[in-house]
């Protein structure tokens, strides 16, 4: 099975920060990759398909990209409601779509 | 307006069975692939199964034999039985969506969650 890294586990910003988050695949998965936020007490919500792609309705501060088996996340402006638990999934092929083990971002 | 709504959770001792219900309404449900999703207290998002719109079916090895995913297109509705559970299939199941052609997807929506506690 693939398995997803996910870097940092938690990450403390300040508003206004630019906020990088990473994702490694142990084999190539091409751009198979989605990202998803998810806020306490509340079900995932999906941000960004096919690494790159922003998802209808999510504002354009949110971007993803890379391919292969490196994959950047990335907030270029932090805002409050940003504070969640970030998630990467792959999906090569076929089952199991695994996740990263999720980044938790937190306001400085 | 698309919503899936999940419910059946509860308390179970080790060793019992569960059935988890998603209904599913805004969205024409046979045309889709829906998955089971979970999450224990305080951890991360583990994948469980997946069910295809022509009932391919496709489970992770932590639940395979003692899970089933199966749906009803004439009722909306996509089901998880979970038979012999463990202590550590404690969790919130999540269903969820799956959108896009092949081999692309995505889970562009997902249900509120129900809570499954395995406990003595």
């Known amino acids: 099975d693939i398995q997803m890294t996910q870097s940092p586990s938690s990450l403390s910003a300040s508003i206004g920060d630019r906020v990088t988050i990473t994702c490694q695949a142990s084999?190539?998965?091409?751009?198979?990759l989605n990202w998803y936020q998810q806020k306490p007490g509340k079900a995932p919500k999906l941000l960004i398909y096919d690494a790159s792609n922003l998802e209808t309705g999510v504002p354009s501060r949110f971007s993803g990209s890379g391919s292969g088996t490196d994959f950047t996340f990335t907030i270029s402006s932090l805002q409050p409601e940003d504070i969640a638990t970030y998630y990467c999934q792959q999906y090569d092929n076929l089952p199991p779509y695994t996740f990263g083990q999720g980044t938790k971002l937190e306001i400085k | 307006e698309v919503q899936l709504v999940e419910s059946g959770g509860g308390l179970v001792q080790p060793g019992g069975s569960l059935r988890l219900s998603c209904s599913a309404s805004?969205?024409?449900?046979?045309?889709?692939?829906m998955n089971w999703v979970r999450q224990a207290p305080g951890k991360g998002l583990e994948w469980v199964s997946y069910?295809?719109?022509?009932?391919?079916?496709y489970y992770a090895d932590s639940v395979k034999g003692r899970f089933t995913i199966s749906r009803d297109n004439a009722k909306n509705s996509l089901y998880l039985q979970m038979n012999s559970l463990r202590d550590e299939d404690t969790a919130v199941y999540y269903c969820a969506r799956r959108r896009g052609k092949a081999p692309n997807l995505r889970f562009d929506y997902w249900g509120q969650g129900t809570l499954v506690t395995v406990s003595s």
């Open positions: 069910i295809t719109s022509t009932s391919t079916i």
């Open positions: 805004g969205f024409t449900f046979s045309g889709y692939g």
């Open positions: 084999q190539d998965i091409s751009n198979y």
